[in-house]
């Protein structure tokens, strides 16, 4: 139980770690030149759902969700299993508990939500046009006003997480990848929501309504719902296997977890039923108004769909490794449990590794004072501080490294190389280019104009 758990933990370390890469890639890719007004891509190669898929970190995130979910559940079943003839606990302890439990962690998403929060003010006062992201915007800082790299550090500190829809006037419906510090609190807020229910609340019908306030939370995003709930269930299942195995089980308590597996089918449907747009004809049966919602939801919003298939192939993934007993025994537990609490730590703030290092030092039973404590919660946010604009220049000694490096005369592998793109990519761009040029050539000639005097000179 406790090995699945840690291995459970190191597989999300590892996912963050490349997450991280992911981000990082894409702080140095111009994906903005890579997009048409409505933010769809303009290349073949970038249309396939695949390789969208595999060069974002949608997938990555779909498993880091499906992970936490799992972790959670098989602490609120194993501490069901554990005190199941204990009394049941007042809010008072419950609270005292969860925040015992998940002390670190409530610090590090403070810290990282008010820093979020303070990007996000910059932002809104200085009204930043999120369509705005060129590919040398470090040229901007040594040439503009200060605040210019404050605007586009929060806009490259909060990108490709969530997609929202903006209205820019002129060009509606443009999709742009944006981190928000939305996303963030309700993720905080549900997790703290369900976490606390489940361990209050033992019944299946109270947890079911746990459930249904994460997806209220979790309303703009499929991200949540889907993934985290999918790993809720992997966790009943194999929670479930694991205390069939070992102990016995009353039949109230067999009967509590089919229930609760039902609930989870059942606000999975939930979740996606809310999401369909309404039917414009009402004289329709109910089956007909149904098919008319899902094809109207497939035409305007495809990329749900591929959200969904994600999430379950991502969680039926992770089962299948769950099942395989040898996948356990290339790291130890501590190593694992190092790297769960390193990935909490690295995904909420992104920077301090020193927040992971402390907390395998807490794992590994080592006492620390209280004044240490101390020192450690004031040290800690100036670190940060330092560590996340040290990264930040450090990105921007990049991006004029690479400027410096587009002046030579390179080879176009080597150019596609630095900017993250694909050589044939560019080519596709380049034959677009002559195509239109000829395209504009042949309606002057259509509208009368000379041939020769238009013809493009090579």
Same mark, same amino acid.
């Given at each position: 139980?406790?090995?699945?758990?840690?291995?459970?933990?190191?597989?999300?370390?590892?996912?963050t770690?490349?997450?991280?890469? %992911?981000?990082?890639?894409?702080?140095?890719h111009?994906?903005?030149? +890579?997009?048409?007004?409505?933010?769809?891509?303009?290349?073949?190669?970038?249309?396939?759902?695949?390789?969208?898929? *595999?060069?974002?970190?949608?997938?990555? $995130?779909?498993?880091?969700?499906?992970?936490?979910?799992?972790? $959670?559940?098989?602490?609120?079943?194993s501490?069901?299993? *554990?005190?199941?003839?204990?009394?049941?606990?007042?809010?008072?302890?419950?609270?005292?508990?969860?925040?015992?439990?998940n *002390?670190? /962690? @409530?610090? @590090?998403?403070?810290?990282?939500?008010?820093?979020? &929060?303070?990007?996000?003010? /910059?932002?809104?006062?200085?009204?930043?046009?999120? !369509?705005?992201?060129?590919?040398?915007?470090?040229? +901007?800082?040594?040439f503009?006003?200060?605040?210019?790299?404050?605007k586009?550090?929060?806009?490259?500190?909060?990108?490709?997480?969530?997609?929202?829809?903006?209205?820019? !006037?002129?060009?509606?419906?443009?999709?742009?990848?944006?981190?928000? $510090?939305?996303?963030? &609190?309700?993720?905080?807020?549900?997790i703290?929501?369900?976490? #606390?229910?489940?361990?209050?609340?033992?019944?299946?019908?109270?947890q079911?309504?746990?459930?249904?306030?994460?997806?209220?939370?979790?309303?703009?995003?499929?991200?949540g719902?889907?993934?985290?709930?999918?790993?809720?269930?992997?966790?009943?299942?194999?929670?479930?296997?694991?205390?069939?195995?070992?102990?016995?089980?009353?039949?109230?308590?067999?009967?509590?977890i089919y229930?609760?597996?039902?609930?989870?089918y059942?606000?999975?449907?939930?979740? &996606?039923?809310?999401?369909?747009?309404?039917?414009?004809?009402?004289?329709?049966?109910?089956?007909?108004?149904?098919?008319?919602?899902?094809?109207?939801?497939?035409?305007?919003?495809?990329? +749900?769909?591929?959200?969904?298939?994600?999430? $379950?192939?991502?969680?039926?993934?992770?089962?299948?490794?769950?099942?395989?007993? +040898?996948?356990?025994?290339?790291?130890?537990?501590?190593?694992?449990?190092?790297? !769960?609490?390193?990935?909490?730590?690295?995904?909420?703030? =992104? #920077?301090?590794?020193? @927040?992971? @290092?402390?907390?395998?030092?807490?794992?590994?039973?080592?006492?620390?004072?209280?004044?240490?404590?101390?020192?450690?919660?004031?040290? =800690?946010?100036?670190?940060?501080?330092?560590?996340?604009?040290?990264?930040?220049?450090?990105?921007?000694?990049?991006?004029?490294?690479?400027? &410096?490096?587009?002046?030579f005369?390179?080879?176009?592998?080597?150019?596609?190389?630095?900017?993250?793109?694909?050589?044939? =990519?560019?080519?596709?761009?380049? %034959?677009?280019?002559?195509?239109?040029?000829?395209?504009?050539?042949?309606?002057l000639?259509?509208?009368?104009?000379?041939?020769?005097?238009?013809?493009?000179? %090579?």
């Amino acid at each position: 139980m406790w090995e699945t758990m840690a291995w459970t933990n190191g597989l999300q370390g590892l996912i963050t770690i490349l997450i991280l890469f %992911d981000h990082s890639s894409l702080a140095f890719h111009p994906w903005e030149s +890579d997009l048409d007004c409505l933010g769809r891509p303009t290349s073949l190669m970038w249309q396939s759902p695949l390789i969208q898929t *595999l060069l974002s970190s949608r997938f990555l $995130l779909y498993l880091y969700f499906t992970l936490s979910g799992y972790i $959670l559940s098989v602490r609120h079943f194993s501490s069901i299993h *554990l005190n199941h003839q204990s009394k049941s606990q007042s809010i008072q302890e419950i609270l005292k508990t969860f925040i015992h439990r998940n *002390l670190y /962690l @409530i610090i @590090i998403v403070s810290i990282s939500t008010y820093l979020d &929060f303070c990007c996000w003010l /910059l932002g809104v006062f200085n009204s930043i046009d999120l !369509g705005e992201m060129g590919t040398n915007w470090s040229r +901007d800082v040594t040439f503009q006003y200060e605040r210019i790299f404050y605007k586009k550090v929060s806009l490259e500190t909060v990108q490709n997480f969530v997609y929202v829809w903006f209205d820019h !006037g002129t060009l509606s419906n443009y999709k742009t990848p944006h981190w928000t $510090l939305f996303s963030e &609190f309700y993720g905080l807020i549900s997790i703290c929501i369900f976490t #606390i229910i489940t361990i209050s609340m033992k019944t299946w019908k109270r947890q079911f309504l746990g459930y249904m306030i994460v997806i209220v939370m979790y309303s703009k995003s499929l991200i949540g719902p889907a993934s985290f709930l999918i790993g809720t269930l992997i966790s009943d299942l194999h929670t479930y296997q694991i205390f069939s195995r070992t102990t016995t089980i009353e039949n109230n308590k067999l009967k509590g977890i089919y229930l609760n597996i039902a609930s989870l089918y059942l606000t999975l449907l939930t979740c &996606f039923l809310i999401s369909f747009p309404h039917s414009q004809s009402s004289s329709n049966p109910i089956l007909q108004k149904i098919y008319v919602s899902i094809k109207h939801w497939f035409e305007e919003n495809p990329s +749900d769909f591929q959200d969904f298939f994600n999430s $379950l192939g991502s969680s039926m993934m992770i089962l299948s490794i769950l099942i395989s007993k +040898d996948s356990r025994k290339f790291l130890s537990h501590s190593t694992l449990c190092f790297f !769960g609490d390193l990935s909490l730590s690295l995904y909420f703030i =992104h #920077i301090p590794i020193l @927040i992971g @290092i402390g907390t395998m030092v807490y794992k590994s039973g080592l006492q620390l004072s209280i004044p240490i404590q101390l020192l450690w919660l004031i040290v =800690h946010p100036i670190w940060f501080s330092c560590a996340f604009w040290l990264s930040w220049m450090i990105t921007l000694m990049t991006y004029e490294f690479l400027n &410096f490096l587009d002046q030579f005369d390179l080879t176009s592998w080597w150019k596609s190389l630095l900017n993250f793109k694909n050589s044939w =990519h560019v080519q596709v761009n380049e %034959d677009q280019l002559i195509f239109n040029q000829f395209e504009t050539i042949h309606v002057l000639v259509h509208n009368g104009y000379s041939e020769k005097q238009y013809s493009r000179v %090579d």
